[in-house]
């Protein structure tokens, strides 16, 4: 079974741009989350779907944005990016909400200059 | 939402057992402890979970105090691929990780 995959691997955007990130998660699995990892920061929850539904939020600003597809397939979009979004995102999907175990992906590495 | 405490870094001798200890004094009743790693440039991978009982899986064993206020992951014989960032985490919506605990295993 094919495990969380995230395109692309590596972004290097400028300043005011914005960025889609896509996640498509492990087959069967209805549940995406997303999570920022910064070296100051540690890892932060910015939300999570499920069945197309945003069901949680972390405490992001407005540019942070999510949607969730029917075959459960997630994007997450940044628009005006800023310096401080450069972080690694990292998308993990669960066969439920509030499901025990996630299965994280190897992430988005975004660099913001 | 519970929070977790962990020691900021430890080492561990390979082949001896690392003990890995979290507090969550504020956990609810029905809330589980999740335990996660995240070796370098990876995303976190899942170890083990528990409620108020002791589990074991094939990576770890979890022991839970039993007022539930606090944990200890074992890693009954650690290995230098051992190496990494461990996460205690009191599910909350969304689960949150702090700074986690990192472990150095050393030959």
């Known amino acids: 079974k094919a495990g969380v995959t995230q395109t692309p691997r590596y972004l290097i955007k400028t300043r005011g741009q914005q960025v889609t990130l896509s996640c498509s998660p492990i087959s069967g699995h209805r549940s995406v989350s997303w999570y920022q990892q910064t070296p100051g920061q540690g890892l932060q929850f910015l939300f999570e779907?499920?069945?197309?539904?945003?069901?949680n939020k972390g405490n992001f600003p407005g540019r942070f944005s999510g949607r969730q597809f029917s075959n459960s397939r997630s994007e997450m979009n940044v628009s005006t990016l800023e310096l401080g979004d450069s972080a690694l995102y990292l998308c993990?999907?669960?066969?439920?909400?509030?499901?025990?175990?996630?299965?994280f992906g190897s992430g988005t590495q975004l660099s913001v200059l | 939402d519970a929070k977790t405490t962990q020691p900021t870094s430890m080492d561990c001798a390979e082949g001896r057992a690392a003990n890995l200890p979290c507090n969550h004094s504020?956990?609810?009743?029905?809330?589980?402890v999740y335990w996660y790693r995240q070796i370098h440039s990876q995303g976190p991978q899942y170890i083990i979970h528990?409620?108020?009982n002791n589990e074991t899986n094939e990576m770890a064993s979890l022991i839970i105090t039993e007022d539930r206020k606090s944990s200890t992951l074992i890693l009954p014989h650690a290995t230098l691929r051992d190496t990494a960032v461990y996460y205690c985490i009191v599910r909350a919506p969304g689960m949150r990780f702090g700074a986690g605990t990192r472990l150095t295993v050393k030959p």
């Open positions: 504020t956990i609810s009743g029905n809330e589980y």
């Open positions: 779907y499920f069945s197309e539904t945003q069901r």
């Open positions: 528990g409620l108020k």
């Open positions: 993990a999907s669960s066969l439920v909400t509030k499901s025990e175990k996630l299965f």
